[in-house]
Each structure stands twice: as structure tokens, then as C-alpha cells.
């Protein structure tokens, strides 16, 4: 199967600090990542979009300059959290696509990151 | 815009019990609609993907149902087991994007 994974699983930061985390996929290249961010009993909202190579697409009300995010190779995209704050506490879910299965092929999941900022 | 929403948002059965989870969607446009499972605290486990020209999907004790027509998918749970118990959510995808609802909370009771 396609396996992806993250690191770290959880974080806790004082506010005013950056975090940096990592997803990869462990078998396949990964030419498009997408991170999600999901709040306490809430579903599943797309920040951005990552792809290979390129700038990553963020969706509307995501501040770029705030979420970093780096696709450099096919194996791995990182998410940073610039200047966290505790508003930005929350489980983010990285996933990524496997283009060999075809251009609407289904995104694999990582574990998730929670990051809690004091 | 694509909106999901699953109802019931909660739902409590003893062990033993066949039971339904819902999936509407406003954008009859989807590629495919995944659901999946999540346990409390942890990321997402695939159950099943219908692709658009599906209409079903089996695996196990699951099935899951898609009418594009009417903007619905089912899920079924036979024969359900307290290690059921979890938050099933499903996600329609168009284009790129994946589009979840808010999930379904399920407790299966010994």
C-alpha cells in the first residue's frame, strides 16, 4: 500500500515560535501534498495545496506567509508554522497522491501532527 | 461550491446491529467519494472509494453506496462490532480538492 507519514506525531510550543513539520511518503513519489488542518470536533478544511517543484496553492483565508510550505522533492513536503500562536493550536493531517494510479487516483493520509502553542 | 454533510452527527447502537451512516453533497460533478475512518486523536484510514461511474463498493462488512443523481452516499455497517466505534467521515473529491463533512460519531456498545 502507500504509506505516508509525519513528524513530529506532537508538538507543544510557546507562542511566538515556528514549527516545522514533515510529511513524506514512505513508498511512492508524491508529486502533489495537501494539508489539512482539523479544529476539536470539526471536519477536515484544505489549507494548501503542494506540488512538487513549484509554489504551493493556498486556499482562501490561509495566510501564506504564516503556513509555509516546501515541496523540494518527491518524497517530502514540510509545513511551518511561522510565529505560532495559540489560535493556531489544531491536529493538521498532511496527504499525499500517487500519480502512477491515475490523474483522480485517492489521496493516502498521513497520522496527523498535533501541535498545541502555549 | 461543494458542501458535505453527514447525518446523524452522532450515533449510538448496541453490538450486533446493521446500521446506515449518511453522505449528502450539493456538486453532482465529484470524480469519486471516499470514506474513511478515524480513531480518537489520530489521522484518517481509507474504508472505501466509489468512483463516479460506481455505484457501489464492498469490503467486509462494509458497503458503501453513491447516487450521483440525488447528491447521496451510504455507508453500511453489518453486523457491527464495538471496534466499530469511531468518527466515519466521508469526502467527495472534485478535481484535486477533497471535500469532507463533519463526520459521523458511531459507538457500538458491548
Known amino acids: 500500500g502507500a504509506v505516508v507519514s509525519q513528524h513530529p506525531s506532537w508538538v507543544i510550543c510557546k507562542s511566538g515560535t515556528s514549527v516545522k513539520i514533515e510529511c513524506r511518503s514512505l513508498?511512492?513519489?508524491?508529486?502533489?501534498m495537501f494539508w489539512y488542518r482539523q479544529f476539536p470536533k470539526q471536519s477536515l478544511m484544505l489549507m494548501a495545496t503542494s506540488n512538487e517543484g513549484s509554489k504551493a496553492t493556498y486556499e482562501q483565508g490561509v495566510e501564506k506567509d504564516k503556513f509555509l510550505i516546501n515541496h523540494a522533492s518527491l518524497t517530502l513536503s514540510t509545513l511551518t508554522v511561522t510565529s505560532a500562536h495559540p489560535e493556531d493550536s489544531s491536529f493538521y493531517i498532511c496527504?499525499?497522491?500517487?500519480?502512477?494510479?491515475?490523474?483522480?487516483?485517492?489521496?493516502?493520509f498521513g497520522p496527523g501532527t498535533r501541535l498545541t502553542v502555549l | 461550491k461543494q458542501e458535505v454533510t453527514q447525518i446523524p452527527a452522532a450515533l449510538s447502537v448496541p453490538e450486533g446491529e446493521n446500521l446506515v451512516l449518511n453522505c449528502s453533497f450539493t456538486?453532482?460533478?465529484?470524480?469519486?467519494l471516499q470514506w474513511f475512518r478515524q480513531d480518537p486523536g489520530k489521522g484518517l484510514t481509507s474504508l472505501l472509494l466509489i468512483q463516479s461511474s460506481q455505484r457501489e463498493q464492498t469490503s467486509g462488512r462494509l458497503n458503501a453506496s453513491l447516487d450521483k443523481s440525488s447528491g447521496r452516499s451510504t455507508l453500511y455497517i453489518a453486523a457491527s462490532q464495538p471496534g466499530d466505534s469511531a468518527t466515519y467521515l466521508c469526502a467527495g473529491r472534485g478535481s484535486e480538492k477533497l471535500v469532507f463533512g463533519k463526520g459521523t460519531k458511531l459507538t457500538v456498545n458491548p
Open positions: 513508498d511512492f513519489q508524491a508529486t502533489t
Open positions: 456538486d453532482s460533478a465529484i470524480y469519486n
Open positions: 496527504s499525499a497522491r500517487d500519480p502512477s494510479r491515475g490523474p483522480y487516483n485517492e489521496q493516502f
